[in-house]
Nanobody, 115 residues
């Protein structure tokens, strides 16, 4: 049974930083992709960043240069360092892990950026 849990959301002022963590347990295969989506109120769930087990990263244009995704394969843990936060980054952030074509989601963590 794969379980995915996010940590680290909260309230921050514009220009500040937050670090999100995601721990995935029960992942039996080392070849997987982990990533983050976010969903603002009334909006769609959009990809923020992803990282393969080999360290290949992908970012949405709006966060390039501000967000950094990384992972610790030994712990199946992923991080999202978010710097220079903007009010438009306010959303629920969801972690996912995709292994053997199946995607598992966390429950989401709220990030609120006040202007």
């Amino acid at each position: 049974q794969v379980q995915v849990v996010e940590y680290g959301g909260g309230l921050v002022q514009a220009g500040g930083s937050l670090r999100l963590s995601c721990a995935a347990s029960g992942v039996r295969f080392s070849d997987n992709v982990m990533g983050w989506y976010h969903q603002a109120p009334g909006g769609l769930r959009d990809l923020v960043a992803s990282i393969t087990s080999g360290g290949i990263t992908n970012y949405r244009d709006a966060v390039k240069g501000r967000f950094t995704v990384s992972r610790d394969n030994a712990k199946t843990t992923m991080y999202l360092q978010m710097n220079s936060l903007k009010s438009e980054d306010t959303a629920v952030y969801y972690c996912y892990v995709n292994v053997l074509g199946r995607t598992y989601w966390g429950q989401g963590t709220q990030v609120t950026v006040s202007s």
